[in-house]
């Protein structure tokens, strides 16, 4: 079960914080990733963790922006975003684990074992 929290609307330039509980397995055992899905677009994983915190990554487009981090004391994933920009508007989601990804077409289709329900975030310019 995950729980994501910290969504608002927020002007550019803006900056949030987001959260994931996470419950029913053994966080500190798992690696974590957070994921957006934009208006109109499928999901996209945009960074990863691992169990230990140890490693991360992310896509380009928020490289330096944004911060992914965990408190494994308290089953809880971060997203901390900064220089938030409109098209960082998005649904977030917290997802078990690094997920698989399909291309397509050129598109990425990404599935994970879990993922909670989401919080929205809107940057207006």
């Known amino acids: 079960h995950l729980v994501e929290s910290g969504g608002a609307m927020v002007e550019a330039g803006g900056s949030l914080r987001l959260s994931c509980v996470a419950s029913?397995?053994?966080?500190?055992?798992?690696?974590m990733s957070w994921v957006r899905q934009r208006p109109g677009e499928r999901i996209d994983r945009i960074s990863t963790?691992?169990?230990?915190?140890?490693?991360?990554d992310y896509v380009d487009s928020v490289k330096g922006r944004f911060v992914i981090s965990r408190d494994n004391t308290k089953n809880t994933l971060y997203l901390d975003m900064r220089d938030l920009r409109p098209d960082d508007t998005a649904l977030y989601f917290c997802?078990?684990?690094?997920?698989?990804?399909?291309?397509?077409?050129?598109?990425?289709?990404?599935?994970?074992?879990?993922r909670g329900q989401g919080t929205q975030v809107t940057v207006s310019s």
């Open positions: 963790i691992d169990y230990s915190s140890t490693y991360t």
């Open positions: 997802a078990k684990g690094l997920g698989a990804v399909s291309v397509i077409d050129g598109i990425n289709y990404w599935e994970f074992d879990a």
């Open positions: 029913g397995f053994t966080f500190s055992a798992t690696d």
